[in-house]
């Protein structure tokens, strides 16, 4: 059964898309490509090559001029340099305004690629083909794109919404059992933000999920994972068709992510995005609690409803000065105030702006303990 959720644009510049999830959804792509469009460039990782390549000929069978550009696989492609030699291959190719890019990937693809699309004549249509969990439940809907500096993740970029978004669900069949529990820390997020339901599926199969198999996974999993990848579309799909550019209500999303770009930094983003995001989590449970919003049992649900997934949920207690430096610029930080998504309870999402130092350090204090005894290698696996 195909699904498509509309996200909902608020003007001309920023018009309303679909996401559409299903499998076999090719055949959907010019439809969200539109009329006009003559020469597309499928940007893709050099890991996806064959898949990047059966989408160029595929466009090639339905009459469009296309390209392709292989990228540097994960975030080693979000750099000033790649962005430039894509510049390079539209203008070789002469690509206009009406023209398009696709992007086929994970989450760094899509931002790369809707940069390159944000920036080229000031602005041409992209469309993402998704093929991870968390670049279909995050960084392919929404608009944000972006590169990396030195500096920090995504420091450079613009927000640019896609043409529309295909969520294949045979890409899934494939992925590798890490990179679906890391996209699940995006899932389990939008849970604790927005959608209780997502956080009991997950409790009541993270077993399943946890243990991946891919195209021998039960039906009964892909039913539950299926049904987990729409409604965190949709409670994304409901964010930012209120707010694009992140003037307040779209920062919610962020939740996790301020600790968890500086981990990402720290670590020169040799581990995965999500890995980073469910310790970014932690500690803002335990800021709330803290800060005398959240209580007990749900900053205890965050740890075990993370763990139970074989996300981790403790950092190295040596990192701390490091850290914070890193959060100092977040694009939520304003001057020297630091500012944070916390939560007063499930689904009721808040901001904590300048948190006393001593209060940080006690949170960071409380996930730098020890990880709990019992799933040896997992932070590991993850790339921590």
């Not at 994304?236 to 694009?244: T, Y």
Request: with cysteine; aromatic share 6%.
């Amino acid at each position: 059964m195909t699904v498509r959720v509309t996200v909902q644009g608020s003007t001309n510049e920023a018009p309303s898309y679909d996401v559409v999830v299903g499998r076999h959804l090719l055949g959907e792509l010019p439809g969200l490509l539109g009329d006009g469009v003559r020469r597309v460039l499928v940007m893709h990782p050099a890991s996806l090559q064959a898949t990047g390549e059966a989408v160029r000929e595929d466009l090639v069978a339905q009459g469009y001029e296309a390209f392709a550009v292989e990228l540097p696989d994960a975030e080693e492609q979000k750099t000033a340099q790649v962005a430039a030699f894509c510049w390079q291959v539209l203008g070789q190719a002469d690509f206009t305004r009406s023209d398009a890019i696709v992007s086929v990937g994970g989450g760094a693809t899509t931002d790369l690629a809707g940069f390159v699309a944000a920036t080229w004549l000031r602005g041409i249509k992209v469309v993402h083909v998704p093929t991870t969990l968390l670049a279909m439940v995050d960084a392919a809907v929404g608009g944000k794109t972006g590169i990396n500096t030195a500096e920090g993740k995504n420091l450079v970029g613009a927000f640019h919404p896609p043409a529309g978004v295909l969520c294949d669900l045979a890409a899934l069949e494939t992925l590798d059992r890490w990179d679906l529990v890391a996209g699940m820390a995006e899932v389990v997020k939008t849970g604790f933000i927005a959608d209780p339901r997502i956080l009991e599926l997950v409790e009541e199969h993270a077993d399943e999920l946890r243990e991946w198999k891919g195209s021998d996974a039960s039906p009964e999993t892909w039913t539950v994972l299926t049904e987990l990848i729409e409604r965190s579309v949709r409670v994304k799909a409901r964010v930012v068709g209120e707010d694009l550019t992140e003037q307040g209500l779209r920062e919610i999303l962020n939740y996790g992510h301020t600790l968890g770009h500086a981990i990402e930094l720290t670590e020169r983003y040799q581990l995965r995005h999500g890995a980073a995001v469910a310790v970014g989590m932690v500690f803002a449970a335990e800021l709330a609690r803290l800060g005398g919003k959240l209580d007990d049992a749900v900053v205890d649900r965050h740890r075990s409803i993370l763990d139970s997934l074989g996300l981790p949920t403790t950092y190295r207690g040596d990192r701390w000065d490091k850290l914070l430096a890193a959060m100092q610029r977040d694009k939520k930080t304003r001057g020297t105030l630091l500012r944070f998504v916390v939560l007063d309870d499930v689904a009721k999402p808040t901001r904590l702006e300048g948190p006393d130092p001593t209060l940080l350090a006690a949170a960071y204090a409380e996930i730098s303990k020890e990880p709990p005894a019992g799933r040896p290698g997992v932070t590991v696996q993850l790339g921590l």
